[in-house]
């Protein structure tokens, strides 16, 4: 072959292959094709990190309990009369006794509900989307015409934010709807078979065990259902799951509800039209006040704490402090935190760990900064970014940058309050520090 022709084969080929590089490059730019190949990368990275930093692995210690652990090793190396015992026992915040009980409802309840109305909806229209989902579910029974997609554009503005708020999606129902709603805490099975008597389906917020989106592997994690129904006889509630294959009316046991509502401190939220406030507070009993509410889920703490070990220890110590964080008892609560901590470190490293608790149940920064212990804010916000490879958690950094005011780095500050935004566009708390410490957005 004469070399002038090969040459032009080569300079065909090469055309080719540079045609089909930018035709390639064309289609990676396509939004589905480009989302998709992102999230495959993410999911590639989130894996190798993990695989050298596993989450269940890393463990909150706050000072003051370094400093009790200190305190405690000189006490066993130099015994004294006053020294012998549990130095734990009497460092811990005093449980108060339970003296206040939930009223249950005067009138026996059915021995079954079933709430029909409520459009189903799933969860899989985009990332970690169960609060929109459920909060639409939850609007629908009243008459909403709206879906899951309307909720996630108020509630989620950055579409991978990890986590939802209940009073976000209590704020959403003001903003948006001409209905009103509630949270409170402490729920019980009791309270909640007589709220769905009374015709209110009730939002609650649990911690269960699912596959992790990047990983695929089980972990423990946050996620709403709707309470529809229950059935005395076969001892079940009937929820709504936007998760689940066939979630529609899904049955799960009385023991495994009360089980997962644990971790969220029995967290419930009720969508209701603004003329039925009367009948609902009613429905509520001692709940309808919400400090009253917070003093009963301090009680079950309390009880709890006295009751369990392991994981729902934690939970149980965890409660005490939200529930003090509820009341403003900043000191109590972040003794009754610094106690759950303790007894976190001490649960087995696996997928049962819940290291993902302070991406959803802030109240330890509140404790810690409300006690002056900025630097344990700084560590839990750092480790709580730690356990993730894509930290789109706008309180840590909102916290975080707290914590930096307070101790002096406004620079830093002025970068995570940055950051919270950008996960958060509109995060009021993170744009009234920027006010407060003249930043501009």
Same mark, same amino acid.
């Given at each position: 072959?004469?070399?002038?022709?090969?040459?032009?084969?080569?300079?065909?080929?090469?055309?080719?292959?540079?045609?089909?590089?930018?035709?390639?490059?064309?289609?990676?730019?396509?939004?589905?094709?480009?989302?998709?190949?992102?999230?495959?990368?993410?999911?590639?990275?989130?894996?190798?990190?993990?695989?050298?930093?596993?989450?269940?692995?890393? @463990?909150?210690?706050?000072?003051? #309990?370094?400093?009790? !652990?200190?305190?405690?090793?000189?006490? %066993?190396? *130099? &015994?004294? +009369?006053?020294?012998?015992?549990?130095? @734990?026992?009497?460092?811990?915040? #005093?449980?108060?006794? !339970?003296?206040?009980?939930?009223?249950? %409802?005067? *009138? &026996?309840? +059915?021995?079954?509900?079933?709430?029909?109305?409520?459009?189903?909806?799933?969860?899989?229209?985009?990332?970690?989307?169960?609060?929109?989902?459920?909060?639409?579910?939850?609007?629908?029974?009243?008459?909403?015409?709206?879906?899951?997609?309307?909720?996630?554009?108020?509630?989620?503005?950055?579409?991978?934010?990890?986590?939802?708020?209940?009073?976000?999606?209590?704020?959403?129902?003001?903003?948006?709807?001409?209905?009103?709603?509630?949270?409170?805490?402490?729920?019980?099975?009791?309270?909640?078979?007589?709220?769905?008597?009374?015709?209110?389906?009730?939002?609650?917020?649990?911690?269960?065990?699912?596959?992790?989106?990047?990983?695929?592997?089980?972990?423990?994690?946050?996620?709403?259902?709707?309470?529809?129904?229950?059935?005395?006889?076969?001892?079940?509630?009937?929820?709504?799951?936007?998760?689940?294959?066939?979630?529609?009316?899904?049955?799960?046991?009385?023991?495994?509800?009360?089980?997962?509502?644990?971790?969220?401190?029995?967290?419930?939220?009720?969508?209701?039209?603004?003329?039925?406030?009367?009948?609902?507070?009613?429905?509520?009993?001692?709940?309808?006040?919400?400090?009253?509410?917070?003093?009963?889920?301090?009680?079950?703490?309390?009880?709890?704490?006295?009751?369990?070990?392991?994981?729902?220890?934690?939970?149980?110590?965890?409660?005490?402090?939200?529930?003090?964080?509820?009341?403003?008892?900043?000191?109590?609560?972040?003794?009754?935190?610094?106690?759950?901590?303790?007894?976190?470190?001490?649960?087995?490293?696996?997928?049962?760990?819940?290291?993902?608790?302070?991406?959803?149940?802030?109240?330890?920064?509140?404790?810690?900064?409300?006690?002056?212990?900025?630097?344990?804010?700084?560590?839990?916000?750092?480790?709580?970014?730690?356990?993730?490879?894509?930290?789109?958690?706008?309180?840590?950094?909102?916290?975080?940058?707290?914590?930096?005011?307070?101790?002096?780095?406004?620079?830093?500050?002025?970068?995570?309050?940055?950051?919270?935004?950008?996960?958060?566009?509109?995060?009021?708390?993170?744009?009234?520090?920027?006010?407060?410490?003249?930043?501009?957005?």
């Amino acid at each position: 072959m004469p070399r002038y022709l090969k040459k032009n084969n080569i300079k065909k080929i090469a055309l080719l292959v540079l045609a089909l590089v930018v035709l390639v490059g064309i289609i990676a730019m396509l939004p589905p094709v480009r989302d998709r190949i992102t999230t495959h990368l993410n999911n590639l990275k989130a894996q190798i990190y993990f695989a050298l930093y596993p989450p269940e692995k890393v @463990s909150f210690i706050p000072q003051d #309990e370094v400093a009790r !652990v200190v305190q405690m090793t000189i006490q %066993a190396l *130099t &015994p004294t +009369p006053s020294a012998i015992g549990s130095a @734990s026992s009497t460092n811990a915040p #005093e449980i108060p006794e !339970v003296t206040t009980a939930p009223k249950v %409802a005067p *009138t &026996p309840l +059915p021995a079954s509900v079933n709430i029909k109305g409520i459009r189903y909806m799933d969860q899989h229209f985009g990332f970690n989307e169960c609060a929109p989902t459920n909060l639409a579910m939850a609007l629908s029974f009243w008459g909403w015409p709206g879906k899951a997609q309307d909720t996630s554009q108020y509630l989620k503005p950055y579409p991978q934010d990890k986590n939802v708020m209940p009073y976000e999606m209590v704020s959403y129902v003001q903003d948006k709807t001409d209905l009103a709603a509630l949270v409170r805490w402490g729920g019980t099975a009791q309270l909640v078979k007589s709220l769905l008597a009374a015709g209110y389906p009730v939002v609650v917020e649990q911690g269960v065990t699912l596959p992790d989106m990047s990983t695929g592997k089980p972990s423990w994690m946050g996620h709403y259902l709707v309470v529809s129904g229950y059935d005395d006889a076969k001892k079940i509630f009937i929820v709504q799951d936007s998760y689940l294959p066939g979630g529609n009316n899904y049955h799960l046991s009385y023991d495994q509800m009360i089980g997962d509502w644990r971790s969220f401190d029995y967290v419930f939220l009720i969508v209701y039209p603004k003329d039925k406030q009367n009948d609902l507070f009613a429905a509520l009993g001692n709940y309808a006040d919400e400090a009253s509410s917070d003093r009963i889920a301090g009680a079950i703490a309390s009880n709890e704490i006295s009751t369990f070990s392991g994981v729902n220890l934690f939970y149980a110590w965890y409660n005490r402090g939200t529930n003090l964080v509820q009341l403003q008892d900043y000191k109590g609560a972040a003794a009754a935190y610094d106690e759950a901590f303790t007894v976190y470190a001490t649960l087995p490293q696996d997928n049962t760990r819940p290291y993902r608790m302070t991406w959803y149940q802030t109240g330890p920064y509140y404790a810690y900064y409300f006690t002056g212990r900025y630097q344990d804010v700084l560590n839990l916000a750092n480790t709580t970014i730690k356990t993730t490879t894509q930290p789109y958690l706008e309180e840590s950094y909102y916290w975080r940058a707290k914590a930096e005011v307070a101790l002096g780095d406004h620079q830093a500050a002025a970068g995570d309050l940055q950051t919270s935004l950008k996960y958060h566009p509109g995060f009021s708390p993170s744009l009234d520090l920027m006010n407060q410490l003249g930043i501009k957005n």
